[in-house]
Protein backbone atom coordinates (compact mmCIF):
# COMPACT_ATOMS: atom_id res chain seq x y z
CA UNK A 1 0.00 0.00 0.00
CA UNK A 2 1.08 3.71 -0.86
CA UNK A 3 0.39 6.24 1.87
CA UNK A 4 0.63 9.99 0.95
CA UNK A 5 -0.13 11.85 3.73
CA UNK A 6 -0.05 16.00 4.06
CA UNK A 7 2.76 16.08 1.04
CA UNK A 8 3.83 19.60 0.52
CA UNK A 9 5.96 20.95 -2.13
CA UNK A 10 6.73 24.52 -3.85
CA UNK A 11 9.30 25.60 -6.92
CA UNK A 12 10.27 28.71 -6.00
CA UNK A 13 7.70 30.64 -4.62
CA UNK A 14 4.77 28.70 -6.35
CA UNK A 15 3.46 26.25 -4.86
CA UNK A 16 2.56 22.88 -6.59
CA UNK A 17 1.61 20.44 -4.24
CA UNK A 18 -0.95 21.85 -0.65
CA UNK A 19 -1.40 19.02 1.07
CA UNK A 20 -1.97 15.91 -0.80
CA UNK A 21 -3.74 13.14 1.29
CA UNK A 22 -3.93 9.73 -0.56
CA UNK A 23 -4.23 5.94 -0.21
CA UNK A 24 -3.40 3.41 -3.06
CA UNK A 25 -4.50 -0.29 -2.08
CA UNK A 26 -1.85 -2.93 -3.49
CA UNK A 27 -3.20 -4.10 -6.25
CA UNK A 28 -5.68 -1.75 -7.63
CA UNK A 29 -5.25 0.71 -10.50
CA UNK A 30 -5.27 4.32 -9.66
CA UNK A 31 -5.55 6.87 -11.93
CA UNK A 32 -4.87 10.50 -10.95
CA UNK A 33 -6.67 13.10 -13.65
CA UNK A 34 -6.06 16.72 -13.48
CA UNK A 35 -5.26 19.39 -15.54
CA UNK A 36 -1.79 20.23 -17.35
CA UNK A 37 0.82 22.29 -14.78
CA UNK A 38 -1.44 20.89 -12.04
CA UNK A 39 0.57 19.06 -10.18
CA UNK A 40 0.19 15.29 -11.29
CA UNK A 41 3.96 14.58 -12.43
CA UNK A 42 4.81 16.37 -9.46
CA UNK A 43 3.09 13.78 -7.15
CA UNK A 44 4.45 11.08 -9.33
CA UNK A 45 8.23 12.05 -9.11
CA UNK A 46 7.56 12.04 -5.10
CA UNK A 47 6.54 8.84 -5.27
CA UNK A 48 9.47 7.10 -7.35
CA UNK A 49 11.93 9.10 -5.06
CA UNK A 50 12.66 11.83 -7.96
CA UNK A 51 11.51 14.73 -5.91
CA UNK A 52 11.92 15.16 -1.97
CA UNK A 53 8.90 16.95 -0.25
CA UNK A 54 8.81 20.06 1.70
CA UNK A 55 6.91 18.42 4.32
CA UNK A 56 4.50 15.76 4.47
CA UNK A 57 5.36 11.76 3.60
CA UNK A 58 4.80 9.12 1.32
CA UNK A 59 5.25 5.29 2.64
CA UNK A 60 5.31 2.38 0.60
CA UNK A 61 4.41 -0.67 2.66
CA UNK A 62 5.10 1.30 5.79
CA UNK A 63 8.72 2.43 5.19
CA UNK A 64 8.77 6.27 4.20
CA UNK A 65 10.43 6.82 1.12
CA UNK A 66 10.90 10.63 1.26
CA UNK A 67 13.28 9.79 4.55
CA UNK A 68 15.41 7.04 2.44
CA UNK A 69 18.80 7.77 0.68
CA UNK A 70 21.11 5.84 -1.66
CA UNK A 71 21.20 2.23 -0.86
CA UNK A 72 17.45 2.24 0.83
CA UNK A 73 16.11 3.96 -1.82
CA UNK A 74 17.32 1.64 -4.20
CA UNK A 75 15.85 -1.31 -2.29
CA UNK A 76 12.31 0.10 -2.42
CA UNK A 77 13.15 1.52 -6.17
CA UNK A 78 14.11 -2.23 -7.37
CA UNK A 79 10.21 -3.29 -6.40
CA UNK A 80 9.18 0.17 -8.85
CA UNK A 81 8.74 -0.07 -12.46
CA UNK A 82 8.24 3.24 -14.32
CA UNK A 83 6.53 3.98 -18.21
CA UNK A 84 7.67 7.58 -18.53
CA UNK A 85 5.82 10.40 -20.48
CA UNK A 86 8.12 9.86 -23.11
CA UNK A 87 8.88 6.50 -23.11
CA UNK A 88 12.66 7.94 -22.17
CA UNK A 89 14.32 5.00 -23.98
CA UNK A 90 18.14 5.05 -24.08
CA UNK A 91 18.64 6.12 -27.79
CA UNK A 92 22.24 4.79 -27.75
CA UNK A 93 20.60 1.33 -27.69
CA UNK A 94 18.09 -0.79 -29.43
CA UNK A 95 14.85 -1.71 -28.47
CA UNK A 96 15.36 -5.41 -27.00
CA UNK A 97 18.72 -3.70 -25.35
CA UNK A 98 16.56 -0.92 -23.59
CA UNK A 99 14.41 -3.85 -22.66
CA UNK A 100 16.90 -5.80 -21.52
CA UNK A 101 19.12 -3.01 -19.51
CA UNK A 102 17.57 -3.58 -16.32
CA UNK A 103 17.78 -7.20 -15.75
CA UNK A 104 21.48 -7.06 -17.23
CA UNK A 105 22.37 -3.70 -14.76
CA UNK A 106 20.54 -5.16 -11.79
CA UNK A 107 19.74 -9.39 -11.90
CA UNK A 108 21.62 -11.73 -11.82
CA UNK A 109 20.08 -13.65 -14.94
CA UNK A 110 22.07 -15.39 -17.65
CA UNK A 111 22.50 -13.70 -20.94
CA UNK A 112 20.36 -16.52 -22.55
CA UNK A 113 17.17 -16.31 -19.58
CA UNK A 114 17.32 -12.20 -20.38
CA UNK A 115 16.92 -12.86 -24.12
CA UNK A 116 14.33 -15.40 -23.68
CA UNK A 117 12.21 -12.76 -20.74
CA UNK A 118 13.00 -9.59 -23.49
CA UNK A 119 11.14 -11.68 -26.11
CA UNK A 120 8.16 -12.56 -24.06
CA UNK A 121 8.32 -9.25 -22.57
CA UNK A 122 7.95 -7.61 -26.52
CA UNK A 123 5.57 -10.38 -27.78
CA UNK A 124 3.41 -9.76 -25.03
CA UNK A 125 3.41 -5.94 -25.54
CA UNK A 126 2.88 -7.02 -29.72
CA UNK A 127 6.57 -5.82 -30.66
CA UNK A 128 8.30 -9.06 -31.14
CA UNK A 129 10.12 -8.36 -34.60
CA UNK A 130 10.94 -4.69 -33.40
CA UNK A 131 13.89 -6.08 -30.54
CA UNK A 132 16.60 -5.07 -33.60
CA UNK A 133 15.19 -1.21 -34.28
CA UNK A 134 16.52 1.80 -32.87
CA UNK A 135 13.91 3.86 -30.80
CA UNK A 136 14.47 6.43 -33.81
CA UNK A 137 12.80 4.37 -35.65
CA UNK A 138 9.76 3.14 -34.44
CA UNK A 139 6.39 4.90 -33.75
CA UNK A 140 5.32 7.13 -31.04
CA UNK A 141 2.77 4.14 -29.70
CA UNK A 142 5.28 1.82 -30.25
CA UNK A 143 7.77 3.96 -28.27
CA UNK A 144 5.49 3.56 -25.21
CA UNK A 145 4.57 -0.26 -25.79
CA UNK A 146 8.62 -0.64 -25.50
CA UNK A 147 8.65 1.23 -22.11
CA UNK A 148 6.20 -0.72 -20.88
CA UNK A 149 7.69 -3.64 -21.99
CA UNK A 150 11.19 -2.22 -20.14
CA UNK A 151 9.33 -1.14 -17.07
CA UNK A 152 7.55 -4.65 -16.78
CA UNK A 153 10.74 -6.79 -17.55
CA UNK A 154 11.85 -6.70 -13.76
CA UNK A 155 8.80 -7.74 -12.89
CA UNK A 156 7.82 -5.40 -10.55
CA UNK A 157 5.20 -5.00 -7.47
CA UNK A 158 4.50 -1.50 -8.51
CA UNK A 159 3.88 0.47 -12.02
CA UNK A 160 3.83 4.00 -12.57
CA UNK A 161 3.00 5.58 -16.07
CA UNK A 162 3.43 9.14 -16.36
CA UNK A 163 0.79 9.63 -18.99
CA UNK A 164 1.51 6.81 -20.52
CA UNK A 165 -0.85 7.81 -23.87
CA UNK A 166 -0.56 11.72 -24.09
CA UNK A 167 0.06 12.70 -28.28
CA UNK A 168 -1.41 9.39 -29.50
CA UNK A 169 -4.11 8.78 -31.56
CA UNK A 170 -7.87 7.42 -30.04
CA UNK A 171 -6.67 3.58 -31.66
CA UNK A 172 -4.03 4.07 -30.24
CA UNK A 173 -4.97 5.36 -26.53
CA UNK A 174 -7.28 2.53 -26.18
CA UNK A 175 -4.80 0.09 -27.26
CA UNK A 176 -2.72 1.18 -24.80
CA UNK A 177 -5.21 1.16 -21.84
CA UNK A 178 -6.08 -2.43 -23.38
CA UNK A 179 -2.62 -3.54 -22.93
CA UNK A 180 -2.05 -2.35 -19.17
CA UNK A 181 -5.20 -4.04 -18.38
CA UNK A 182 -4.11 -6.45 -19.82
CA UNK A 183 -0.79 -6.52 -18.49
CA UNK A 184 -2.23 -5.93 -14.83
CA UNK A 185 -4.61 -8.96 -14.67
CA UNK A 186 -2.02 -11.23 -15.68
CA UNK A 187 0.97 -9.61 -13.36
CA UNK A 188 -1.30 -8.23 -10.58
CA UNK A 189 0.81 -5.43 -10.00
CA UNK A 190 -0.51 -2.05 -8.20
CA UNK A 191 -0.67 0.62 -10.80
CA UNK A 192 -0.92 4.13 -10.47
CA UNK A 193 -1.16 6.66 -14.04
CA UNK A 194 -1.36 10.04 -14.41
CA UNK A 195 -3.04 10.89 -17.15
CA UNK A 196 -5.71 13.55 -18.43
CA UNK A 197 -7.35 10.80 -21.17
CA UNK A 198 -10.97 11.48 -20.13
CA UNK A 199 -13.71 9.31 -20.53
CA UNK A 200 -11.24 6.56 -21.35
CA UNK A 201 -9.79 6.12 -18.03
CA UNK A 202 -12.66 5.51 -16.56
CA UNK A 203 -12.98 2.04 -18.39
CA UNK A 204 -9.77 1.18 -16.54
CA UNK A 205 -9.05 2.57 -13.56
CA UNK A 206 -10.39 0.58 -9.96
CA UNK A 207 -10.44 4.23 -8.13
CA UNK A 208 -9.56 8.15 -9.66
CA UNK A 209 -8.36 10.73 -7.96
CA UNK A 210 -8.71 14.54 -9.51
CA UNK A 211 -5.83 16.74 -8.33
CA UNK A 212 -6.56 20.18 -8.58
CA UNK A 213 -4.71 23.10 -7.55
CA UNK A 214 -2.14 21.02 -5.57
CA UNK A 215 -5.26 19.10 -3.45
CA UNK A 216 -6.76 16.00 -4.23
CA UNK A 217 -10.35 17.93 -4.59
CA UNK A 218 -12.17 14.23 -5.50
CA UNK A 219 -11.36 10.39 -4.69
CA UNK A 220 -13.54 7.09 -5.50
CA UNK A 221 -14.52 4.72 -8.17
CA UNK A 222 -14.63 5.83 -11.52
CA UNK A 223 -18.58 6.03 -11.59
CA UNK A 224 -18.21 7.62 -8.17
CA UNK A 225 -16.42 10.86 -9.32
CA UNK A 226 -18.28 10.42 -12.46
CA UNK A 227 -21.85 11.32 -10.75
CA UNK A 228 -19.31 13.74 -8.50
CA UNK A 229 -21.72 16.98 -7.43
CA UNK A 230 -18.16 18.67 -7.65
CA UNK A 231 -18.45 21.61 -10.14
CA UNK A 232 -14.14 21.30 -10.46
CA UNK A 233 -14.52 17.47 -11.50
CA UNK A 234 -17.66 18.12 -13.83
CA UNK A 235 -15.92 20.85 -15.52
CA UNK A 236 -12.78 18.61 -15.90
CA UNK A 237 -14.77 15.48 -17.26
CA UNK A 238 -17.07 17.98 -19.20
CA UNK A 239 -13.89 19.87 -20.50
CA UNK A 240 -15.55 22.69 -20.53
CA UNK A 241 -13.89 26.20 -20.63
CA UNK A 242 -15.96 28.80 -18.21
CA UNK A 243 -14.46 29.41 -14.92
CA UNK A 244 -15.41 27.20 -11.73
CA UNK A 245 -16.56 30.28 -9.26
CA UNK A 246 -14.22 30.83 -6.52
CA UNK A 247 -16.96 30.13 -3.71
CA UNK A 248 -18.33 26.82 -5.09
CA UNK A 249 -14.36 25.25 -5.15
CA UNK A 250 -14.17 22.15 -3.72
CA UNK B 1 22.72 25.79 1.11
CA UNK B 2 22.87 29.88 0.26
CA UNK B 3 20.08 31.69 -0.42
CA UNK B 4 21.18 34.78 -2.30
CA UNK B 5 19.43 38.22 -0.80
CA UNK B 6 17.04 39.93 -2.35
CA UNK B 7 18.86 43.19 -3.34
CA UNK B 8 15.34 44.95 -4.26
CA UNK B 9 14.14 44.44 -0.13
CA UNK B 10 17.15 46.21 1.11
CA UNK B 11 17.28 50.18 1.01
CA UNK B 12 18.57 52.22 -2.36
CA UNK B 13 22.10 52.76 -0.70
CA UNK B 14 22.59 49.23 -0.02
CA UNK B 15 21.78 47.65 -3.18
CA UNK B 16 24.47 47.33 -5.22
CA UNK B 17 26.57 46.03 -2.12
CA UNK B 18 23.36 43.33 -1.81
CA UNK B 19 23.62 42.48 -5.20
CA UNK B 20 27.57 41.99 -5.07
CA UNK B 21 26.52 39.72 -2.05
CA UNK B 22 24.27 37.68 -3.62
CA UNK B 23 26.62 37.13 -6.41
CA UNK B 24 28.92 36.06 -4.63
CA UNK B 25 27.21 33.76 -2.50
CA UNK B 26 26.07 32.54 -5.76
CA UNK B 27 29.72 31.92 -7.51
CA UNK B 28 30.67 30.42 -3.99
CA UNK B 29 27.46 27.91 -4.01
CA UNK B 30 27.98 27.05 -7.93
CA UNK B 31 31.53 26.64 -7.06
CA UNK B 32 30.82 23.81 -4.43
CA UNK B 33 28.45 22.23 -6.03
CA UNK B 34 30.98 22.02 -9.22
CA UNK B 35 33.47 20.84 -6.29
CA UNK B 36 30.81 18.42 -4.96
CA UNK B 37 30.19 16.90 -8.44
CA UNK B 38 33.71 15.49 -9.20
CA UNK B 39 34.24 14.41 -6.02
CA UNK B 40 31.01 12.45 -6.29
CA UNK B 41 32.56 11.00 -9.49
CA UNK B 42 35.98 10.47 -8.17
CA UNK B 43 34.03 8.12 -5.44
CA UNK B 44 32.24 6.44 -8.16
CA UNK B 45 35.67 5.32 -9.60
CA UNK B 46 37.17 3.86 -6.81
CA UNK B 47 33.81 2.45 -5.34
CA UNK B 48 32.78 -1.00 -6.72
CA UNK B 49 30.56 -1.92 -8.88
CA UNK B 50 32.61 -0.45 -11.96
CA UNK B 51 31.09 -0.26 -15.09
CA UNK B 52 33.89 -1.73 -17.41
CA UNK B 53 31.89 -1.92 -20.76
CA UNK B 54 31.01 1.60 -20.13
CA UNK B 55 34.24 2.79 -20.01
CA UNK B 56 35.37 1.14 -22.90
CA UNK B 57 32.15 2.56 -24.70
CA UNK B 58 33.82 6.24 -23.45
CA UNK B 59 37.40 5.44 -24.09
CA UNK B 60 36.20 4.72 -27.53
CA UNK B 61 33.98 7.85 -27.61
CA UNK B 62 36.80 10.14 -26.55
CA UNK B 63 39.79 8.33 -27.47
CA UNK B 64 39.12 6.29 -31.22
CA UNK B 65 36.79 9.24 -32.76
CA UNK B 66 39.44 12.53 -31.72
CA UNK B 67 42.03 10.38 -33.32
CA UNK B 68 41.27 11.72 -37.06
CA UNK B 69 40.93 14.93 -36.13
CA UNK B 70 44.18 14.63 -33.72
CA UNK B 71 46.08 13.96 -36.37
CA UNK B 72 45.12 15.86 -38.78
CA UNK B 73 45.54 19.49 -36.58
CA UNK B 74 48.90 17.80 -34.90
CA UNK B 75 50.67 17.57 -38.66
CA UNK B 76 49.81 21.37 -39.63
CA UNK B 77 50.46 22.58 -36.32
CA UNK B 78 53.90 20.77 -37.13
CA UNK B 79 54.49 22.11 -40.51
CA UNK B 80 53.34 25.38 -39.36
CA UNK B 81 55.60 25.38 -36.29
CA UNK B 82 58.73 24.48 -38.93
CA UNK B 83 58.32 26.57 -41.15
CA UNK B 84 57.61 29.58 -38.77
CA UNK B 85 60.52 28.50 -36.26
CA UNK B 86 62.70 27.76 -39.54
CA UNK B 87 62.30 31.38 -40.85
CA UNK B 88 63.29 32.64 -37.58
CA UNK B 89 66.04 30.45 -36.89
CA UNK B 90 67.56 31.30 -40.07
CA UNK B 91 67.73 34.88 -39.19
CA UNK B 92 70.18 34.53 -36.79
CA UNK B 93 71.71 31.19 -38.73
CA UNK B 94 70.40 28.55 -36.06
CA UNK B 95 68.69 26.29 -38.43
CA UNK B 96 70.27 23.70 -36.66
CA UNK B 97 67.65 24.35 -33.45
CA UNK B 98 64.71 23.98 -35.89
CA UNK B 99 64.28 19.69 -34.11
CA UNK B 100 64.65 20.50 -30.54
CA UNK B 101 62.48 23.90 -30.89
CA UNK B 102 59.71 22.47 -32.77
CA UNK B 103 59.71 19.41 -30.53
CA UNK B 104 59.74 21.33 -27.31
CA UNK B 105 57.20 23.45 -28.23
CA UNK B 106 54.69 20.85 -28.64
CA UNK B 107 55.89 18.20 -26.16
CA UNK B 108 56.31 21.01 -23.07
CA UNK B 109 53.08 23.12 -24.53
CA UNK B 110 51.21 23.33 -27.83
CA UNK B 111 50.65 19.18 -28.16
CA UNK B 112 48.84 19.12 -24.55
CA UNK B 113 46.40 22.90 -25.11
CA UNK B 114 45.70 22.11 -28.73
CA UNK B 115 45.31 18.63 -28.35
CA UNK B 116 42.51 19.00 -24.91
CA UNK B 117 41.20 21.98 -26.95
CA UNK B 118 40.32 20.05 -29.73
CA UNK B 119 39.38 17.19 -28.05
CA UNK B 120 36.76 19.41 -26.42
CA UNK B 121 35.05 20.74 -29.56
CA UNK B 122 34.66 17.34 -31.03
CA UNK B 123 34.32 14.90 -27.98
CA UNK B 124 33.35 17.35 -25.06
CA UNK B 125 30.40 19.11 -26.90
CA UNK B 126 29.20 15.37 -27.85
CA UNK B 127 29.29 14.58 -23.66
CA UNK B 128 27.97 17.49 -22.70
CA UNK B 129 24.95 17.00 -25.59
CA UNK B 130 24.61 13.51 -24.96
CA UNK B 131 24.13 13.95 -21.03
CA UNK B 132 21.87 17.17 -21.27
CA UNK B 133 19.35 15.23 -23.57
CA UNK B 134 19.03 12.16 -21.68
CA UNK B 135 18.44 15.23 -18.78
CA UNK B 136 15.46 16.48 -21.17
CA UNK B 137 14.06 13.37 -22.09
CA UNK B 138 14.03 11.76 -18.56
CA UNK B 139 16.79 9.00 -19.73
CA UNK B 140 18.68 10.31 -16.39
CA UNK B 141 15.43 9.69 -14.34
CA UNK B 142 15.02 6.37 -15.79
CA UNK B 143 18.32 5.19 -14.83
CA UNK B 144 17.83 6.58 -11.50
CA UNK B 145 14.14 4.60 -10.60
CA UNK B 146 16.00 1.69 -11.77
CA UNK B 147 18.68 2.19 -8.65
CA UNK B 148 21.36 2.67 -11.22
CA UNK B 149 23.02 6.30 -10.04
CA UNK B 150 23.61 8.46 -12.98
CA UNK B 151 27.17 9.69 -11.65
CA UNK B 152 28.69 5.73 -11.68
CA UNK B 153 27.16 5.44 -15.25
CA UNK B 154 27.51 8.62 -17.51
CA UNK B 155 30.06 10.81 -15.59
CA UNK B 156 32.93 8.30 -13.96
CA UNK B 157 33.72 6.16 -16.74
CA UNK B 158 33.79 9.62 -19.06
CA UNK B 159 36.56 10.80 -16.00
CA UNK B 160 38.54 7.57 -16.45
CA UNK B 161 38.42 7.42 -20.05
CA UNK B 162 39.75 10.88 -20.33
CA UNK B 163 42.54 9.81 -18.26
CA UNK B 164 43.55 6.99 -20.17
CA UNK B 165 43.13 9.12 -23.50
CA UNK B 166 44.19 12.17 -23.37
CA UNK B 167 47.88 11.30 -22.65
CA UNK B 168 47.68 9.25 -25.88
CA UNK B 169 46.33 11.44 -28.01
CA UNK B 170 48.84 14.21 -27.04
CA UNK B 171 51.92 11.76 -27.21
CA UNK B 172 50.28 10.93 -30.84
CA UNK B 173 49.57 14.42 -31.63
CA UNK B 174 53.27 15.09 -30.45
CA UNK B 175 54.31 12.69 -32.96
CA UNK B 176 52.30 13.56 -35.92
CA UNK B 177 53.52 17.48 -35.37
CA UNK B 178 57.23 16.67 -35.29
CA UNK B 179 57.00 14.38 -38.27
CA UNK B 180 55.25 17.56 -39.56
CA UNK B 181 57.71 19.97 -38.94
CA UNK B 182 60.27 17.09 -39.94
CA UNK B 183 58.77 17.76 -43.45
CA UNK B 184 58.47 21.55 -43.90
CA UNK B 185 62.21 21.78 -41.92
CA UNK B 186 64.04 19.16 -43.84
CA UNK B 187 62.18 17.87 -46.95
CA UNK B 188 60.85 21.48 -47.97
CA UNK B 189 63.81 23.80 -47.05
CA UNK B 190 66.25 21.44 -47.05
CA UNK B 191 67.67 20.96 -43.47
CA UNK B 192 69.61 17.64 -42.85
CA UNK B 193 67.64 14.96 -41.26
CA UNK B 194 70.22 14.01 -38.77
CA UNK B 195 70.56 17.81 -38.09
CA UNK B 196 66.47 18.02 -37.13
CA UNK B 197 66.46 14.46 -35.06
CA UNK B 198 70.02 14.61 -33.41
CA UNK B 199 69.83 18.24 -31.74
CA UNK B 200 65.91 16.74 -30.80
CA UNK B 201 68.15 14.30 -28.47
CA UNK B 202 69.99 16.68 -27.28
CA UNK B 203 67.66 19.31 -25.86
CA UNK B 204 64.84 17.52 -24.99
CA UNK B 205 64.88 15.43 -22.10
CA UNK B 206 62.64 13.33 -19.40
CA UNK B 207 60.98 16.58 -17.59
CA UNK B 208 59.84 17.79 -20.82
CA UNK B 209 58.57 14.77 -21.38
CA UNK B 210 56.65 14.69 -18.03
CA UNK B 211 55.73 18.14 -18.07
CA UNK B 212 53.55 17.77 -21.69
CA UNK B 213 52.62 14.35 -19.72
CA UNK B 214 51.17 15.58 -16.80
CA UNK B 215 49.47 18.72 -18.42
CA UNK B 216 47.40 15.82 -20.68
CA UNK B 217 46.57 14.13 -17.75
CA UNK B 218 45.24 17.25 -15.44
CA UNK B 219 43.20 18.34 -19.32
CA UNK B 220 41.87 14.22 -19.31
CA UNK B 221 40.00 15.48 -16.18
CA UNK B 222 39.01 18.86 -17.00
CA UNK B 223 37.21 18.24 -19.86
CA UNK B 224 35.04 15.39 -19.08
CA UNK B 225 34.40 17.16 -15.60
CA UNK B 226 33.47 20.50 -16.92
CA UNK B 227 31.67 19.18 -19.93
CA UNK B 228 29.33 16.26 -18.19
CA UNK B 229 28.59 18.47 -15.24
CA UNK B 230 27.26 21.28 -18.10
CA UNK B 231 24.98 18.06 -19.45
CA UNK B 232 23.31 17.28 -16.09
CA UNK B 233 23.01 21.00 -15.23
CA UNK B 234 21.42 21.61 -18.73
CA UNK B 235 18.40 24.25 -18.68
CA UNK B 236 14.72 22.99 -20.57
CA UNK B 237 14.83 21.81 -24.01
CA UNK B 238 16.80 22.30 -26.83
CA UNK B 239 17.68 25.83 -26.23
CA UNK B 240 19.19 24.20 -22.63
CA UNK B 241 21.19 21.76 -24.37
CA UNK B 242 22.63 24.02 -27.39
CA UNK B 243 23.57 26.49 -24.25
CA UNK B 244 25.18 24.24 -22.26
CA UNK B 245 27.09 22.67 -24.72
CA UNK B 246 28.39 26.42 -26.20
CA UNK B 247 28.82 26.88 -21.95
CA UNK B 248 30.83 23.47 -21.56
CA UNK B 249 33.37 24.41 -24.59
CA UNK B 250 33.88 27.78 -23.96
CA UNK B 251 34.72 27.35 -19.91
CA UNK B 252 36.98 24.20 -20.73
CA UNK B 253 39.55 25.60 -23.45
CA UNK B 254 39.42 28.80 -20.74
CA UNK B 255 40.09 26.32 -17.77
CA UNK B 256 42.34 24.58 -20.16
CA UNK B 257 44.47 27.42 -21.03
CA UNK B 258 44.55 28.74 -17.56
CA UNK B 259 45.41 25.47 -15.78
CA UNK B 260 47.98 25.00 -18.61
CA UNK B 261 49.68 28.38 -17.65
CA UNK B 262 50.01 27.43 -13.72
CA UNK B 263 51.20 23.52 -14.58
CA UNK B 264 53.89 25.65 -16.89
CA UNK B 265 54.77 27.63 -13.86
CA UNK B 266 55.51 24.94 -11.49
CA UNK B 267 56.46 22.48 -13.40
CA UNK B 268 60.49 22.05 -13.98
Redesign the interface.
Known amino acids: MIRIQRLHKRFGRQPVLRGIDLDIATGEIMVVIGRSGGGKSVLLKHLIGLLRPDSGTVAVDGTEITRLRGGELDRVRARYGVVFQGGALFDSMSVAENVAFPLREKSRLRHAEIRERVEEKLEQVGLSDMGHKNPAEISGGMRKRVAIARALVTEPEIVFFDEPTTGLDPILVNTIHHLIVELHRKFRFTAVMVSHEIPEIFEIADRVAMLHEGVIVEVGPPEAVRASTNPIVQQFIRGDVEMVPAGQRR | MFSSPTPELWPAPLRPIAALGGLTLDLVSALGRFGRFFGQAVGYVVIPPFKIVRLIDRIHFIGFRSLTIVILTGAFTGMVLGLQIFLTLSRFGSEAYLGPAVALSLIRELGPVLCAVFVTGLAGSALTAEIG ?2 KI ?3 I ?2 L ?5 NPMRYLVSPALVAGVITFPLLTAIFDVVGILGGYLVGVELLGLSPGTYFGEMKTFVNMSDLMTGYWKAISFGIIVPWVCTYKGFNCGHGAEGVARATTQAVVLTSILILVWDYFLGSVLP
Do not use: R, Y
Open positions: IMTEQDAQVMAL
